[in-house]
């Protein structure tokens, strides 16, 4: 959970990643509960992967497209459970021997 910062912009469904990190016994809970429920059913909820896509002025007092980057705000329980995921694969293959060396 320290992989989540601090005073970010919340995605769409508007939970703070302060609310993830520092919830307590029953938010770590719901995240047991999720995270078992993703790997027994090899499914995502739909309503975790929507996101944003906001412009940046990249400069003060940019108006043009080309003067803009693109962010994407990312619910802040799925970014955690991406990251988990990605974990247990990436020790999964390190395990097995999946893949090789270059």
Same mark, same amino acid.
């Given at each position: #959970?320290? $992989?989540? &910062?601090? +005073?970010?912009?919340? &995605?769409?469904? $508007?939970?703070?990643?302060? !609310?993830?990190?520092? $919830? $307590?016994? @029953? #938010?770590?809970? !719901?995240?047991?509960?999720? #995270?078992?429920?993703?790997?027994? =059913?090899?499914?995502?909820?739909?309503? #975790?992967?929507?996101?944003?896509?906001?412009? /940046? @002025?990249?400069?003060? *007092?940019?108006?043009? @497209?080309? *003067?803009?980057? @693109?962010? =994407?705000?990312?619910?802040? /329980?799925?970014? !955690?459970? *991406?990251?988990?995921?990605?974990?247990?694969? +990436?020790? *999964?293959?390190?395990?097995? +021997?999946?893949?090789?060396?270059?």
């Amino acid at each position: #959970m320290n $992989g989540l &910062g601090n +005073k970010k912009a919340t &995605g769409p469904d $508007g939970i703070p990643s302060e !609310l993830v990190k520092y $919830g $307590g016994k @029953p #938010m770590m809970s !719901l995240m047991m509960h999720l #995270m078992e429920n993703i790997l027994n =059913t090899g499914r995502v909820p739909i309503e #975790m992967k929507r996101e944003y896509v906001v412009l /940046i @002025p990249k400069k003060k *007092d940019s108006k043009q @497209p080309q *003067d803009m980057r @693109p962010i =994407t705000l990312i619910n802040s /329980i799925y970014k !955690l459970i *991406d990251k988990l995921i990605t974990e247990i694969l +990436k020790n *999964d293959i390190e395990t097995k +021997k999946l893949m090789h060396e270059a």
